[in-house]
């Protein structure tokens, strides 16, 4: 199982969160507020008293994550701000940006054509650290339902790949690859289409996308 740090308490890190701790994976909760963040963790330790995971510890912002994998849970428009701050500290660390970049009204993307909100988080990261994107794609409260979902994700690295596919697989869900970090920008396009789809389409957020393998 792996070892997590969530940096942020909202309702991805929530789901994500309650995900890995019945998965069997060490959880640490980080949040600028101390008070969100621990309640957080004590929700999940009631929700999954019965179940095998063990609940989740409370750590402190700005200093180095307890996790080898680092989610960051927080809207793109901090989230640069927050690797920045964080600096050193997130070195050699996996970092899973979860953000979509869409504009306020989820009609376009904010970030210009040939890059992404991970590419942009990965020039602010450490050298030695390691940016996937991934998650982004599913609905937090549809993550919350506990159904088996796919999950695309995209990074450079082969090896933090690889231990996110793992962390992945644990949380019940189903790891797909899509090549390299320049794929995010593509991923955080299909955020956008997801909220196109759930708005007209499906007309329900209650949808996930999916990958039929036809033999």
């Known amino acids: 199982m792996s070892s997590v740090s969530f940096i942020g308490s909202g309702g991805m890190a929530r789901s ?5 701790v019945a998965g069997g994976n060490s959880v640490e909760l980080v949040g600028r507020d101390v008070a969100k963040a621990t309640d957080l963790a004590t929700d999940l330790a009631t929700d999954l008293a019965t ?3 063990g609940g989740a510890t ?21 989230a640069v701000a927050v690797v920045t701050q964080y600096g050193d500290a ?5 970092i899973i940006d979860i953000s979509n970049t869409f504009n306020a009204d989820a ?5 210009p054509d040939g890059t992404s909100g991970a590419q942009e988080i990965a020039k602010a990261a450490p050298a030695s650290a390691h940016v996937v994107k991934a998650f982004n ?49 593509w991923l955080e396009g299909v955020g956008l289409l997801l909220m196109g789809l759930a708005r007209h389409g499906a007309g329900t957020f209650d949808v996930a996308l999916g990958v039929d393998v036809l033999g």
């Open 58 to 78: 409370v750590g402190t912002f700005g200093t180095v994550p307890a996790g080898d994998i680092v989610v960051l849970a927080v809207p793109y428009t901090s």
């Open 16 to 20: 994500i969160a309650a995900r890995a």
């Open 90 to 94: 997130l070195a050699g660390k996996i």
């Open 51 to 53: 179940g095998p995971g």
């Open 107 to 111: 009609t376009g993307l904010v970030t």
């Open 137 to 185: 794609t599913v609905f937090g409260h549809v993550l919350a339902k506990g159904r088996p979902l796919d999950v695309l994700f995209a990074g450079d690295d082969a090896r933090a790949k690889a231990d996110v596919s793992t962390f992945i697989e644990s949380l019940g869900l189903r790891p797909l690859d899509v090549g390299g970090l320049e794929m995010a920008h």
